[in-house]
């Protein structure tokens, strides 16, 4: 199992945290601790929401949350405080463009619901097993619930590591 | 088929695919925005990579987060992006000129018809000069620096009329959020909207500028005005153009057949103050519907609202009153040649002679960042475009979103009230 960064895109095994609709980046990550050093960005996630989320985290755990997810800011400290926390994947009904882009070319991988309904199956604390290329979500007791496959162009920034490790063949063409 | 939207046409002029029905289109930028705390995130990567600017006269960086620095850390950052800029020879490098998004519409880069990217979400702002522009993230900006190219996927577009005759005391603020209250945060995600003026009254182009900056609080893309004779006016004055001469872009308007999603028609000819409360942009009410709230600061500025039609409104709020006692009312012009103009009008004097102080033009406190941040018990009223729990300051804030009009009145009052509007001024 790998926390689906780093250039790999394997299966992600990790508890489940869940959060609601239209979860904003300043709640993601408050303005203050906006910085280059990385612990302090490391310890703001959710920090005025609840702070003990990023002392709680382990590896490998996965962000599951409703419509809109990432509204807001452009700073990618809220993708980079994700990261640093070493969270899988985001898994929700859908995403704020800027965030949907930020954690894609970061090689965060953030996967939508087939059904927006299958939400409610996924249950706060719980262990599920999530494999973004194949786009399905294992929970604890075997049920498998379909996300939206990624598309190709999306898997080959995730397949690089990052829109960064596409620059030296980044003149070629996306394709659909 | 359909004919095109306005943000079809300007994606394909810019399209450097010959496939144009994929799904995502390797485009070409005609300009690159960028500010301190977003652009010293890329600069590690920049220099560990050797790479080096496509094209650095079509980059416009600002020092605007951090103007003046109020920490020692966020002055290591400001001198790390400043540096950087400065080592590079940035032509278009303004130092605590006021805030990017400003700065790039009074910006002969920002041309109808064109297409921008910048690392901000408010980009957006650019649509009111019929202008695709959009905001990215650091890595997505870094890769734009480095090729003058981006990826983008063609958005469907929602066409918003606004029709009838805006009434004297609400402005673009209060039609914006009106927009926010019928669509709702993410009402418009990953959608270009469309803005079309066909008032009687016409949207002034400040006031364009606030309804496409807040039109990323729906969720947008592009918020891009149809090309029509207050573009053209304002082009034309701030390029120094004489009335023979050609535009310096290519306005745009759409297909008579153009393909929309949706179409809205907002007729203004009713539209009183609104109010977003805490903590949604979403979160709208009339003034007139709000229950009492005290306040204790109030807040005028932002890339939202802070160009000379704001600091107009609000210094014929209070011109010849006092600022409610109870309340700090901070004023950060958007631009320092806003302050400038500002200043020639006598609205400066008049702020200040009635208790307002201003800031040096930057972002101040709408992101938390600079004098001005709120405490637990800070409710403010604040022309800024975001009211995220936290956002301003302390997690226990509360922020109410409004025109610069009802940040004026409430800061005499004291409190936003229901009849801010209907008692006898």
């Known amino acids: ?176 | 088929m359909s004919g095109r939207t306005i943000s079809d046409i300007i994606i394909d002029a810019h399209s450097l695919d010959e496939d144009r029905s994929a799904l995502f289109r390797r485009v070409s930028v005609d300009a690159v925005l960028g500010h301190d705390a977003t652009t010293a995130l890329l600069i590690d990567d920049f220099e560990r990579r050797g790479l080096s600017i496509w094209d650095k006269s079509k980059v416009l960086l600002t020092n605007d987060h951090f103007a003046p620095p109020a920490t020692a850390e966020r002055a290591d950052i400001s001198n790390k992006f400043l540096g950087w800029a400065r080592g590079l020879d940035m032509p278009n490098l303004m130092l605590d000129k006021g805030i990017c998004h400003q700065l790039l519409v009074e910006h002969r880069l920002c041309q109808p018809g064109g297409l921008i990217v910048g690392a901000d979400s408010h980009t957006i702002m650019a649509g009111a000069v019929n202008t695709c522009a959009t905001g990215m993230g650091a890595t997505d900006i870094l890769f734009t620096l480095a090729t003058g190219t981006t990826w983008l996927r063609l958005p469907p577009t929602i066409a918003v009329r606004f029709t009838g005759a805006l009434p004297p005391e609400s402005g673009g603020r209060d039609v914006v959020l009106e927009l926010l209250r019928v669509l709702g945060e993410g009402g418009a995600q990953y959608r270009s909207l469309e803005f079309h003026d066909e008032t009687s009254t016409r949207l002034p182009q400040d006031d364009r500028f606030a309804i496409s900056n807040m039109a990323v609080e729906i969720g947008a893309k592009f918020g891009v005005f149809a090309a029509d004779e207050v573009t053209e006016a304002h082009c034309r004055d701030r390029d120094g153009l004489g009335p023979g001469e050609p535009l310096l872009g290519t306005p745009v308007r759409p297909d008579a057949d153009a393909g929309y999603e949706r179409v809205i028609e907002l007729d203004l000819t009713d539209l009183t103050a609104r109010v977003a409360k805490p903590w949604s942009p979403g979160n709208v009410v009339p003034v007139a519907e709000l229950e009492p709230t005290e306040i204790t600061s109030a807040f005028l500025g932002s890339c939202a609202s802070g160009r000379l039609a704001d600091i107009r409104d609000a210094a014929e709020e209070v011109a010849g009153k006092r600022v409610h006692p109870n309340v700090r009312f901070v004023v950060i012009p958007a631009s320092v040649e806003v302050f400038k103009q500002a200043l020639r009008a006598g609205y400066v004097e008049v702020l200040t002679e009635a208790g307002a102080q201003f800031n040096h033009s930057s972002c101040g406190a709408c992101g938390g960042i600079d004098k001005g941040v709120l405490g637990a018990a800070d409710v403010c009223v604040s022309s800024s475009n975001r009211n995220f729990r936290g956002r301003m300051g302390h997690w226990d804030s509360r922020t109410y979103l409004a025109s610069p009009r009802t940040v004026a009145r409430a800061a005499l009052r004291g409190a936003i009230t229901p009849d801010l509007y209907r008692e006898a001024q």
């Open chain 1, 1 to 176: 199992m790998t926390s689906g960064t780093d250039g790999a895109t394997g299966p992600v095994e990790g508890r489940v945290w869940r959060f609601g609709d239209d979860v904003n980046t300043d709640v993601i990550h408050p303005p203050a601790f906006y910085s280059l050093d990385p612990d302090k960005v490391r310890r703001g996630l959710f920090h005025g929401y609840d702070p003990t989320i990023a002392r709680d985290l382990r590896p490998g755990d996965v962000f599951v949350a409703g419509r809109n997810f990432g509204c807001g800011s452009s700073r990618e400290t809220s993708i980079r405080a994700i990261k640093l926390n070493e969270v899988g994947a985001v898994v929700a009904v859908d995403f704020a463009r800027i965030f949907f882009r930020n954690a894609t070319n970061n090689g965060l991988p953030c996967l939508t619901f087939a059904r927006p309904a299958d939400l409610e199956l996924v249950e706060a604390g719980t262990r599920v097993v999530l494999d973004p290329v194949a786009a399905t979500l294992t929970c604890a007791d075997g049920t498998v619930v379909e996300l939206v496959p990624p598309g190709e162009f999306v898997r080959e920034i995730w397949a690089a590591g990052g829109l960064l490790n596409l620059l030296p063949t980044g003149m070629s063409a996306p394709e659909s």
